[in-house]
T-cell receptor
């Protein structure tokens, strides 16, 4: 089955700097790669996703890149703000309505 | 519109008791998932329902866990004879379609924090 590895487990950046979180997956059949943000005491919130027919997707300050050959994908947050502080999870799934396989999460701290 | 709701938000139970956790998906969403998040860990898939198909139970950790979905909407996750290792946050998610471009998107509820003493 699919296995997703996520790095780093913790990340501290100064406000205004960029943050990058990387994930690798094991099964080339996976074709959907979402990123979730989870704040304390809340459920994960879908912030951006990418499908295997696209190499990059951007939404304001966040972007995701996908390298299918190397089986890795990354989340990029630019101009970080204190409210970006949270735990971020990457995930992968097979085509259609199938369960997500999650990475172990990255705790991002943005220092004002 | 209203998101996924779960109840209760917190549940403390004694070892050996049964518990029921409820999930109300987003109206019109056809797929529903249960995941478990243990302290400091990622999310672990438990079970999912898609339309009228038989549920995929491949993630359930033991036969003490079961779930049902009535009328294609509300779902209940039941844990029988709870053990301390069942303590975790139980998260429910729903997806808007069974096929098509948005079928992949999963929207999560706030979770139920279960503590077994």
């Amino acid at each position: 089955g699919e296995n997703v590895e996520q790095h780093p487990s913790t990340l501290s950046v100064q406000e205004g700097d960029s943050a990058v979180i990387k994930c690798t997956y094991s099964d080339s059949a996976s074709n959907y790669f979402p990123w979730y943000k989870q704040e304390l005491g809340k459920g994960p919130q879908l912030i951006i996703d990418i499908r295997s027919n696209v190499g990059e997707k951007k939404d304001q300050r966040i972007a995701v890149t996908l390298n299918k050959t190397a089986k890795h994908f990354s989340l990029h947050i630019t101009e970080t703000q204190p409210e970006d502080s949270a735990v971020y999870f990457c995930a992968a799934s097979y085509p259609g309505n199938t369960p997500l396989v999650f990475g172990k999460g990255t705790r991002l701290s943005v220092i004002a | 519109g209203a998101g996924v709701s779960q109840s209760p938000s917190n549940k403390v139970t004694e070892k050996g008791k049964d518990v029921e956790l409820r999930c109300d998906p987003i109206s019109g969403h056809t797929a529903l998932y249960w995941y478990r998040q243990s302290l400091g860990q990622g999310l672990e898939f438990l079970i999912y329902f898609q339309g009228n198909s038989a549920p995929d139970k491949s993630g359930l950790p033991s036969d003490r866990f079961s779930a049902e979905r009535t009328g294609g909407s509300v779902s209940t996750l039941t844990i029988q004879r709870t053990q301390q290792e069942d303590s975790a946050v139980y998260l429910c998610a729903s997806s808007p379609q069974t096929s098509g471009p948005r079928s992949y998107e999963q929207y999560f509820g706030p979770g139920t924090r279960l503590t077994v003493t």
